[in-house]
């Protein structure tokens, strides 16, 4: 429960910082409770990931435009696909902690583009959303590194997780 | 003392994140059906809660910021006291400060002054919000104000900014709504060419601005010519609001013209907003 209000704490710090930095910008194209997700997943595994996707997914899906329980789904598939992805990467990197955000949120707005889409959601032209895309996983890998910087000692605090069971294996 | 059996664990984990990701799926394939079954209703109530918290917090982080950020200008000051250079140099800052300060000032005045103007020439009550700011996404253009049920806005309501329309409401909290900008794709608005008095349909294309279809495919409408809204009845807008600059005129067919419009309200840098409440002023 508390790591629940922790994660639900972090996910309205860190949208109250996207609203923020969208003024400062003219508009955040990445949504920073989707990086979060992965990261956690990433940090903890598979399972904590697709929990926390649900949960963070829960907070953009009221804060977004309707429907409800879209970014939901989509957040916790990218939850789960990070806990497996991040068992056999090499995360420890600033560099390849940045990949790893902009590519997971590449996948995933396209994702929340493409169920928008199927739920009958008019979208913007082809060129626009490339764009976007590519824009947001910029942006995604801008502060992912920084996420990670702050999940893995709030995790290790809150309960040691699968990325430090993962760095006792190594050092084992 | 034999180790922890990592393999066993790794087993272990790998199903308990097949059933996590599965009861996650389940949850959230509820929640849409929530959302449709009750015709949105549930969810839009716990939006509006949501927003609610959200807008209390960003007006919390702003006026947390601001203190913040001047304690810690002042401790530099107060290091940098002992060396007269340090002192001259920080007087120097806050003074470019102060001007910057004026100049955001005077900004501020200049588009409230606009604000008023535009909210003149609509004859409906209308009310003043803050754009606390765009929600993050790539395919959609919300924003979040500051103005909720509390203050009278209803969904559908017409917000307009200091240059002209700005879009429409679309959900409301007890104190904050989300406001569908017209470069959203899913934004359509019914408008006139204010040169020509020819009519058509304004429809959001994201950043690339607006496509205009006119009926008419010998639609007289020429790159520059201003778009209003025709403030037909039943629409949430009132009429002669500006709303795009026609930028190019496609070849007129059978089916109509087509135009591309750049939206004459500053979208990227929204702050204070008016939102129509309806009945006469």
Redesign the interface.
Known sequence: MRRVLVLLAAGLVLAVMGLLGSRVLGGLPADPLLVLACVVGAVEGAATGARAGLLLGVVADLLAPPPLGLRAGVYAVLGFLSGRAGSWLELEGAVSQAAFGGISHAVGAALVGFASFLLGRALPPFKEILVGLVQGSVYAGLFAPVLFYAVRPLTSRLGKGAFWRRVLVREG | MP?PD?GA??VK??G??????A???A??????????RSG?DT??R??GE??S??AA??GV??RVASPVVGAVSRVAQAFSAARENARLRGELRELEGKVLGVQDLERENQRLRQLLEMRGRVQVRTIGAR????????????A?ADAGSRDGVQTEAAVIGPEGLVGKV??VGPSSS?V?LVID??STVSVRDARSGELGLAR?????GLTVEFVSGKADVLPGDLLVTTGYEGSPFPGGIPVATVESVGRGSSLGRTARARPVAEL??L?VVVVVLGGPR
Do not use: H
Not at chain 2, 27 to 36: F, G
Not at chain 2, 204 to 208: A, L, N, Q, S, Y
């Open positions: 180790g990592w664990w790794a984990e790998r308990r994140g097949r059933v996590a990701l009861s996650a799926l949850v959230a394939l509820l929640l849409l059906n929530l959302e449709y949105g969810a839009a716990l939006r949501l927003g918290v959200v917090m960003v982080a702003e754009v606390l700011g765009l929600l993050p996404s790539g395919f959609e253009w919300v979040l679309i959900s989300r569908r794709p899913e959001g294309m994201g950043k690339e990227s840098r702050d």
